[in-house]
């Protein structure tokens, strides 16, 4: 049973990834029927962002109300009435409306799931779990494309989406008795479990402000590197765009790769040295997309970056029981995600206003002040909360 339900967590990391990427796949064909100018889609980015920050500070709570199963069910169904809302939307406001359960389904969700695998789960199978997010990522945009190509329309490649959310809620609810049949050592890990803290609580908790910031800074520089690789290597080092198109999907399969490999070094490795393998691999990384002229060099420094991102989401996400003690892991990560919510959202646009009123050849080194403060509240996170 305990097999059975770690499957059907694997199931429901695809399904976390597979909206994520929907909008920026769809947005060229939506935007033009819409009548509405393209730099709209960032007003229904912040919008799903909102929701994702509010719904995983309030994660705690529900969690410890409702429990897991049933907190992943009904976000799960959330998103999934969300995206058919999306794919019968006929104004953008109505696309605005329905981007609110569509951010309030993924926080609570990412929360409450990467918290019980934490928990209950080694590390390894959170560094392959957060590999089929990545899975789920990927696919998002081939089924879009699939609808586009086949005379279906985007409302086609949002209602495939939805359809396939459906299916995964009814496997959900059906499974949450599995939820309630734990081992000793899990059902140890949840009874030591306390009350929820507030914010002002949390932030008192040694460490807690360091790996808030942590956080923010991994999210941001692995989105910054996901928005603005393609440009850099246009704008700054000449490659033609769709080979620059190209060359920045490395970075992602470079992700997707390193975690399914990260699963495997876990077993030799702690958390606190993966995390910090990471941060060297980034680094070289960005040494090595400083080397001039080479298009290939480019290439397989972005690569060397994804890799190096790799570990560091999953290890940190899974290290917060060690930090922070069970009974606040949940109150902490439901932090950690807002934290990473907002990083997300603030330093890729900061970054794109930097690219546009002096240069984005100043991408590799914006990367490496964000790892800088990245590797100083990490260690300053381990001398605070060392490893219980």
């Known amino acids: 049973m305990v097999h059975l339900l770690l499957a059907i967590i694997y199931l429901a990391f695809i399904s976390l990834g597979l909206p994520d990427s929907l909008l920026g796949s769809a947005w060229p064909s939506m935007y033009r029927e819409f009548g509405v100018s393209v730099s709209f889609a960032g ?28 907190v992943t069910a009904i976000s799960v169904a959330m998103t ?8 019968f939307s006929g104004s953008f406001w109505m696309l605005c409306l329905w ?10 969700v990412d929360a409450a799931l990467n918290n019980y695998v934490a928990l209950h789960y080694e590390s390894r199978h959170m560094s392959w ?4 997010w990545g899975l789920g990522a990927t696919l998002g945009p081939y089924i879009m494309g699939f609808a586009l190509s086949g005379g279906h329309g985007w409302h086609g490649g949002y209602r495939y989406i939805g359809i396939i959310q459906i299916t995964l809620t009814v496997i959900l609810f059906f499974s949450l008795p599995l939820w309630k049949r734990r081992t000793p050592e899990q059902l140890a890990a949840t009874a030591s479990s306390g009350k929820p803290l507030s914010l002002k609580q949390i932030l008192k908790i040694p460490g807690a402000k360091e790996v808030m910031v942590c956080f923010f800074c991994y999210c941001a520089a692995e989105q910054t590197a996901i928005l603005w690789a393609s440009s850099y290597l ?13 060359f920045a999907s490395m970075f ?11 699963g495997f070094i876990t077993m030799k490795l702690n958390d606190t040295q993966m995390i910090r393998l990471g941060q060297a691999l980034i680094a070289v990384g960005i040494a090595i997309l400083l080397i001039p002229g080479s298009q290939t060099m480019s290439l397989i420094g972005l690569m060397v970056i994804g890799f190096g ?5 999953p290890c940190i996400i899974h290290s917060t029981p060690a930090h922070f003690g069970a009974e606040n892991s949940l109150s902490v ?6 934290s990473a919510y907002v990083g997300s959202c603030l330093m890729p646009p900061l970054f794109g206003l930097i690219a546009n009123h002096i240069s984005a050849a100043l991408f590799p080194f914006y990367l490496l002040v964000i790892l800088i403060v990245m590797v100083i509240t990490h260690e300053m996170l381990v001398r605070k909360a060392p490893v219980r």
Do not use: W
């Not at 999934?80 to 794919?87: D, K, N, Q, R, Y």
């Not at 609110?100 to 993924?106: E, M, R, S, V």
């Not at 992602?252 to 990260?262: D, H, V």
């Not at 991102?309 to 989401?313: D, H, K, V």
């Open 43 to 70: 007003i229904l980015s912040m919008i799903i962002a909102a929701g994702t920050i509010v719904s995983s500070l309030q994660s705690d709570r529900l969690t410890r109300r409702l429990g897991t199963g049933k």
């Open 80 to 87: 999934a009435v969300a995206l058919l809302g999306f794919s």
């Open 99 to 108: 981007a609110i359960p569509y951010g309030l389904g993924a926080g609570s």
């Open 129 to 132: 779990l957060h590999c089929m």
């Open 234 to 246: 246009n704008l700054y080092k000449g490659v033609p765009a769709e080979t620059a198109a190209s």
């Open 252 to 262: 992602f399969i470079g992700i997707t790769a390193g975690r399914a490999l990260s």
């Open 309 to 313: 991102c790799a570990p560091i989401y």
């Open 333 to 338: 990560i439901g932090v950690q995600m807002a």
